[in-house]
T-cell receptor, first 111, second 117 residues
Framework: GESVGLHLPTLSVQEGDNSIINCAYS??????FIWYKQESGKGPQFIID?????DKRQGQRVTVLLNKTVKHLSLQIAATQPGDSAVYFC??????????FGTGTRLKVLA | ETGVTQSPTHLIKTRGQQVTLRCSSQ?????VSWYQQALGQGPQFIFQ???????GRGNFPPRFSGLQFPNYSSELNVNALELDDSALYLC????????????????FGAGSRLTVL
């Protein structure tokens, strides 16, 4: 399949360990944020979202933390599995229709 | 429930040519957004269509244009292709417009990979 992101920052994690992927966003007025996962040859896939009036949200094996003071998002993946290997993007919603995506982080899960 | 489908999956054009990319939105979704993803970068917003009208536009020149049809499917047209237009073009659908401060998940298709020679 085609490669998504040849020169992205890479996070290598041992299988079973927890992963933390960080993202700095740009607009203090952004009111909604989404984390997406993108595998080679595929479009971005929704993982978890969070509204700006929250600072933490948990899903199945994933947690998103939002720090509006420093405009920072993080995605925590518990017990990382080989299937989690992909490029991860954070996206902030600006206004009512536009999402700004980060540059992405490649997650490599080591067996 | 069907997801977002895009066609063609891959295509090659030469500079100066025109291209049309197509997108069928997910069942129940009436809003379509288009994004351009260059290799090694995150998707960049091109424009959004809601009820057959352009609802917002990113920083792309007028040679990027679109349409939305009554069945909510959409087309992206690019005229006078340039080498820098080579990218993955992603279509995303959503249910209505984003409520202020509320959730509005974009569901993406697999994209159309355009190569301009």
């Amino acid at each position: 399949g085609e490669s998504v992101g040849l020169h992205l920052p890479t996070l290598s994690v041992q299988e079973g360990d927890n992963s933390i992927i960080n993202c700095a966003y740009s607009n203090s007025a952004s009111d909604y944020f989404i984390w997406y996962k993108q595998e080679s040859g595929k479009g971005p896939q929704f993982i978890i979202d969070i509204r700006s009036n929250m600072d933490k949200r948990q899903g199945q094996r994933v947690t998103v933390l939002l720090n509006k003071t420093v405009k920072h998002l993080s995605l925590q993946i518990a017990a990382t599995q080989p299937g989690d290997s992909a490029v991860y993007f954070c996206a902030e919603r600006v206004g009512t229709y536009k999402y700004i995506f980060g540059t992405g982080t490649r997650l490599k899960v080591l067996a | 429930e069907t997801g977002v489908t895009q066609s063609p999956t891959h295509l090659i054009k030469t500079r100066g040519q025109q291209v049309t990319l197509r997108c069928s939105s997910q069942s129940g979704h009436n809003t379509v957004s288009w994004y351009q993803q260059a290799l090694g970068q995150g998707p960049q917003f091109i424009f959004q269509y809601y009820r057959e009208e352009e609802n917002g536009r990113g920083n792309f020149p007028p040679r990027f244009s679109g349409l939305q049809f009554p069945n909510y499917s959409s087309e992206l047209n690019v005229n006078a292709l340039e080498l820098d237009d080579s990218a993955l073009y992603l279509c995303a659908s959503s249910e209505g417009l984003a409520p202020q401060g509320g959730a509005n998940v974009l569901t993406f298709g697999a994209g159309s990979r355009l190569t301009v020679l």
